[in-house]
C-alpha cells in the first residue's frame, strides 16, 4: 500500500505533465513551472472570454447599425410623404380670370344707343308698346299730317339704331378675340406646369370660369339678335296695322256729294 507522501507525488507529477501538455508555451519543471502553467492557463481562458465578449459586441454593433438604417429610411419616406402634401397643397400665386366683368359691361353699354331696343333693358315690353301702337290704338286715333310724320321718323330710328347697336355688339366680341386667347394661352402654360393637384385643381376652376364668360357674351349676342328681331318684327306689324287702319277708315267713310251743279246742256 503506497505511502501518502507518495500519492502526493504522482498527484503533482500529473498536474504538472497536464499543464505542460495544454500550454502553447515552455514550461519549465519543479513547482515554479507548475504555477507558471496555471498563469498561462488563465490567461488563455481570459483571452476565451475577450474573443467571446468582442464577437457578442460586434454582434450588437451590428444590429444597431441595422437599426440607424431603417430608421433613416423611415425619415427619408415621411420627409417624401411632407413633400407631396406641400407639393399637393400649393395653392397658384395668382389666378387668370380675364376681363370678363368689363367685356359684359361694354356688350351691355353697346347696344343701347339713341333710341335703340336693347336686351338689358328692364322695361323692354313696355318700350315696344309704347313706340309701336297696336291696331286697336291706330282703330281709336291714328297719326295724321306731322304726327304721323313724328312716328314714322321713331318706327325707322328705332330699327336702325336696333340694328345698328347688334352690330357693334357683334363688332366688339370679335376684337376681344384677341386678349380671350391670350387668357387661354397663359391659362394652357399654367395647366402644362401644375406640379402639384391643388394647382392643377385651380387651373381647372380658372378655364371652367372663361367658359362660363364665353357663354355669358354668348348669351348676349343671342339676346340681342332676339330683340333686334322682335323690334324689327314689331315695327313691321304696326306699319301694316296702321295701313289696315287706314284704309278701314277709308272705306268706312262718307262719299262726298256730288249733288247740287250746274247741268250741262250736250250740243248738238
Aim: glycine share 8%; net charge neutral.
Amino acid at each position: 500500500m503506497p505511502k501518502p507522501c507518495s500519492r502526493r507525488r504522482d498527484a503533482g507529477a500529473i498536474l504538472t505533465v497536464v499543464a505542460i501538455l495544454l500550454s502553447p508555451y515552455p514550461v519549465s519543471a519543479g513547482g515554479g513551472g507548475l504555477t507558471g502553467g496555471a498563469t498561462e492557463w488563465t490567461q488563455l481562458l481570459n483571452n476565451g472570454e475577450l474573443v467571446s465578449l468582442v464577437g457578442h459586441s460586434a454582434t450588437q454593433i451590428d444590429n444597431q447599425v441595422t437599426q440607424i438604417t431603417q430608421l433613416a429610411e423611415q425619415i427619408q419616406n415621411q420627409l417624401r410623404i411632407y413633400q407631396n402634401m406641400l407639393q399637393n397643397t400649393a395653392q397658384l400665386p395668382a389666378h387668370i380670370w380675364g376681363q370678363v366683368q368689363s367685356d359684359l359691361n361694354r356688350l351691355q353699354s353697346v347696344v343701347t344707343k339713341a333710341q335703340g331696343i336693347s336686351f338689358s333693358m328692364g322695361n323692354i315690353d313696355d318700350v315696344l308698346s309704347a313706340r309701336f301702337k297696336s291696331y286697336s290704338d291706330f282703330k281709336a286715333s291714328q297719326p295724321t299730317g306731322q304726327n304721323f310724320s313724328a312716328t314714322w321718323q321713331s318706327w325707322s330710328a328705332t330699327n336702325r339704331d336696333t340694328i345698328g347697336g347688334t352690330l357693334k355688339a357683334a363688332g366688339l366680341t370679335a376684337e376681344q378675340f384677341s386678349t380671350e386667347e391670350a387668357t387661354m394661352s397663359q391659362l394652357r402654360s399654367m395647366s402644362e406646369s401644375a406640379d402639384g393637384q391643388m394647382r392643377a385643381l385651380q387651373v381647372g376652376h380658372d378655364i371652367a370660369a372663361q367658359q362660363v364668360a364665353q357663354m355669358q357674351k354668348l348669351r348676349g349676342l343671342v339676346s340681342q339678335q332676339m330683340t333686334m328681331m322682335g323690334t324689327w318684327y314689331q315695327s313691321e306689324q304696326a306699319s301694316r296695322d296702321l295701313a289696315q287702319a287706314r284704309r278701314e277708315s277709308f272705306f268706312d267713310s262718307t262719299a262726298p256729294s256730288t249733288s247740287g251743279g250746274q247741268t250741262m246742256e250736250p250740243r248738238w
